[in-house]
């Protein structure tokens, strides 16, 4: 063996390219299985979008279209949004850049976090077919819009634009088309783009989605909130959220002069006073420059903030845009035919520094299978979670809560099982992935009691709603078993007296109404001083089963927003009634609004072979 | 169990019989009380007698066991009784019809005579014979009525074999002349029905196995010695108890009751003895307080040299029924007490067919003339 020298080493010492980097690290990114890497694609597609539009005040509308390529296991993947466009040089950033993004370097409730996701997709899809991402975008009516390809230079992390050119009649006033090619599976089922699609319909009633899947059915969600969510406030990082590396390097970049004006200007919830009391007890003078802070000393001063005896308020959380109450129930409702919904909002909290809000919905009986487990939807920040569901934080407060109480059946260590779908979404500024591929929440005690405790909220109700179900059972039941003894008693009285006891049925029927009414009303003022009223309570919508008795069993129950289940894609369901915004079920294509010319049309030399 | 009602309010007065109506009058009673509660909005109810062990005292005078006063309510309006409450109407009513028509039926019959879909079509009236049999005997214990006084009558079972001879629904009936089957109990076996006109007979002698009956019928055992031969193939129906008080009474001769040696035949005896819990109200017309039990004993085997071979181990529920009947207070007799706690010891229950292992005719020339002989019983 020969000794490896530092000029040898050296000669190996060389930039790693992204390429390199991205296949050694796909699952880390989500682009670990064929199947996955579809799913990926498309979720962080619609996630660009969804935030695009909320961030330019635009009421969402998304088309996604797969389609199977030519080649085996390729697919074509498009995603149109009516978002606010994206400027022509803008553009191969965004999508040929890994890293580049406005969001990872702000404090604020987003969908992405680190700018990773669309040029990851990007990424894959050239790596795996060797095609560019195809971009057409318009930002406003007067501007024409434009298209181009996006190609990723491997070696140097540097995209490049190619073919751009305008267009002359674009169908969109504004909004941008991505479409991407790229080495994939398709199955239905869990974890598949239509269950993606299907959860974002139900976080995000605002928007409406439209969906063709490469078999060429349709489905369709309507909108059924006319608002936008309230834009989430971007706010500087509170102390207790700060590491010792990250608060180097902000020592290092700040623009402020003295070391106060660093921490009182540089973090929230930081009083000049404070400032100055932090500094001195790390043994800093007050008014030295950051820059100059030594190491040892960056090392006391963390010690300073995160001492029990200083006391810093915790961050504001008016930062936070939950879902609501109402739109919560609306999501549902669109997603989900069930009988009972309930939802709770929590205050926000605080973990680790950074404020996050838990709220919770619940959707219990309708057409949910009742011999199953229940279904645990997770949401961080309106993004639905699709794996690795036994490490999440949110499946494991789901599984603390004891069901039981509100009459579920549950084994011990494990989901309640009845016909049941537990909602969680939990909105941070920083949303603490157990992954950089985003799929499961880490676990911290704040977040973990924060969930069971709203939960166990929606969880009580439920269980009252089930009890007072129960309840009138019971009384109709007693009545009719009560109703039905009575003619045998009467007609045998009649035959041993040898007489007709007409006052006598009447006499017995009206004791059996006052009896049945009195045990009713016995139950019903004991379920009362159990909790409070449900029809008063505005997180809980009833679709009653039994109001229209007379109903054909697919009608769309009437006080719900009609929802397009599974069902509508197989043209199976009537178009909603009764004034609620319908979703519709989309049985022919041109009720998708095509923003793509057909295949012949487009031209075929945009279509560049690489690599 | 007994009852713990809540004091009655004035208008709930208790729903009482009077004794002296007979069965048809006692049963429009009822019914008219019933109405008479539906127009005082009182929820229709019946009280029955409870047939229950904590409502029975043994009465050491009569040596009968005795029913007392617990009652329970039955009423309409309550989920867990409106089913029965409806099936005690249904059976009443069923009973003034065969009263009315003046027939005689069993209580099989009774069943379909009351069973019917509801209106529903879902619900039967009752679901079994199992669920009608016992509304009758609540029907009897509460109307004060018997079962033959409400013409009805259970499936007959047993055989009588011997020299009697008697008159049953008019015709003259020698039953030393009945082969081998002997003359079948009826479930009814009254004096309108049956009538004793002379015998030559010294004991009867009360067989449990029917097989060791026709053993004994067959060597004509109560020839020889003198009896008649009874069985009630088990524990004996109403009517053979019957038919054993009266025969007892009437022809005033001795009843030995020869039964396995195990908790269950034991308490064959004793129901024959003094009656049993669940027709307590039968008692003072069915019980023989001079029945004695001749065996098998648990110190026979041993007497009688019987091989341990023929024996049989005591189950779980053998000891359990066993010390059961240890503390029923017909059983403190120090004879009892000693008999079972022996058994017990012993840890085995013989059958009466054990005695064949000894010779065919062992039973008949041996073991009884000399149990009968000796006085060797309980």
Redesign the interface.
Known sequence: MTRVTAETLSRRQREISVSEFFAKNRHLLGFDSLRKALLTTVKEAVDNSLDACEEAGVLPEIWVELEAAKDTNRYLVRITDNGPGIVPEQAPKIFGQLLYGSKFHSLKQSRGQQGIGISAAAMYGQLTTGKPVSVESRTDRRSPAYAMQVLIDTNTNKPKAIGRRDLPDWHLDHGTLVELELEAKYLKGRQSVEEFLHQVAVANPHATLHYRSPNGETESWARTVEQNPTAPQEIKPHPHGVELGVLMKMLQSTRHKTVTRFLSRDFSRISPQLAGGLAKRAGINPKARPNTVARQTVDALYKAINDKKTRIRPPSTDCLSPIGVQELLAGLTRGVRAEFYGVETRRPAVYRGNPFQVEVGLAWGGDLAGDELAKVLRFANRVPLQYYAGSCCITKAVMDVSWRNYGLTQSRGALPSGPLIVLVHLASVWVPFSSESKVAVADYDEIRKEIKLAVQTCGRRLGQYVRRKARARNEAR?R???N??????V???E???GKE?K??RD??L???RR?TELAGMLEEAKGAAAGDDLEACENVLVVDPDAEPDAEPDAEPPAAPPVAAEAAADGEDAPGEGGAPAAEAVDSPEHLPPPIPAEAERDPGSQLELI | MASKEEPATPEEERLRIPARLDARAK??H???K??TM??R?V??YVDIPSRTLSNVTFSKRKKIIEMGDATQRRS??N?NQ??K??QT??V??GC??LLDEQKTTSIRDLYYMTKHT???GK?N?FDGQEESDPIIEDLEVTLGALREELHLFAAKRGSVVGPLTLVDAGDVIDLSRMGSGGWSVPGIVEPETIRFVGHGAKFILLVEKEAVWARLNEDKFWRRHECILVTGQGQPPRGVRRLLFRMVHELNLPLYVFVDNDPWGYYIHSVVKQGSIGLAFESKRMAVPRARFIGLSSFDPAAYDLSEDVSIRLNDQDRARAREILNYEWFRARPWQKEIRNMLRTGVKWELEALSSKGLSFVTEEFLPKKIADRDWI
């Open positions: 007693r009719e078993v009560f039905l003894y009575i003619e045998e008693v007609s045998s009285v035959a041993i007296t006891q006052l006598f006499r017995l009206a004791i059996s009896k | 049963i429009e009822l019914a008219k019933t109405i539906a127009r909005e929820d229709p309409l309006f989920l409106a089913r409450y409806m109407l249904l009443a009513r003034t019809q509801l209106a529903d619900e009236t």
